[in-house]
């Protein structure tokens, strides 16, 4: 029974869409209830001032390029979350205790030699490999790493903040949508009377989009980017604190116990199981990371 909940909360992390669709099921449901028609809450104006003000405004408030990210977290909320290599901190400490048994049979030149070989495409940990083999004290590879580790959290918040500022504008211009529609009604009464439905869908419904929007679009796309950047910050703070070990010449066997402290309890290594041959247990080619 327990295995299968949490498959099935797995299911519902990496299918975000799923999650989506059933609060939608709920509030088109409601729209049902209450009406006959559903073009009756679509409304084209409206959206075209929320939707289009917001972006705008985003747009004039940040950096081209922090924007697109935001956007695209966006887009990503519609599709199936893969495991990414970041969400795999074992595999992160398994690479660590093996460049450890490497160093302390054959030293740094091996080290250096081998990974010059396989290549590491993640730019943090290649960072990091490379101030452990340019032979700097423990206490300054900390400093440059955890330097480091602080301006890509910083880069990377940069479009939650652009979220966020989404989320608090998204309402506002629903009610510049709502003013419009107002003024557009006022302005009919002496002519058109039959246009005064129309323009009142506009007031409405411009207001309604803002409220939607920010609370089912941009509010869950800020949470969700938020907890990746802090899952990537919490990854850099263990291959920082590997390195360090690393330089430091630390027993692989306490590399591993430190590291453990990381990791999830049912995640912990407790055995020495690894093969003290260099060439077997060195670490294979990572996988592309982007964004680091």
Known sequence: MRKHSERLLSFYARNPVVGLGITFVFV???VVLSTHSLLAFFSIEGLLIVVGGVIAVAFLSYEIDDVR?????IVSLFEERAETRQDNLHQDMMEI???AYMVKEKGLRRLE???????IDDPFTKY????VIS?????DVRAMMETAADACHERESLPVDVLQTMTSHAPAFGMIGTLVGMVAML??????????????SVAFLSTLYGVVSARMVYMPAAAKLRQIVAKHRFRNQLITEGMVMLVENRAPSYIRDRLNSFL???RHDYFDTFNTDAELIAPQPRLKVVGT
């Open 97 to 99: 205790i093996g460049w």
């Open 69 to 73: 990210k935001a956007l695209g977290v």
């Open 135 to 139: 032979g700097y004290a423990a206490e």
């Open 128 to 131: 990091g490999l490379n101030m």
């Open 264 to 266: 999830r309890p049912e």
């Open 28 to 30: 088109l449901g409601a």
């Open 187 to 200: 302005c009919s009464l002496g002519d058109n009377v039959a246009s005064i439905g129309s323009n009142l």
């Open 113 to 119: 030699s081998s990974l010059a070989r396989r290549g």
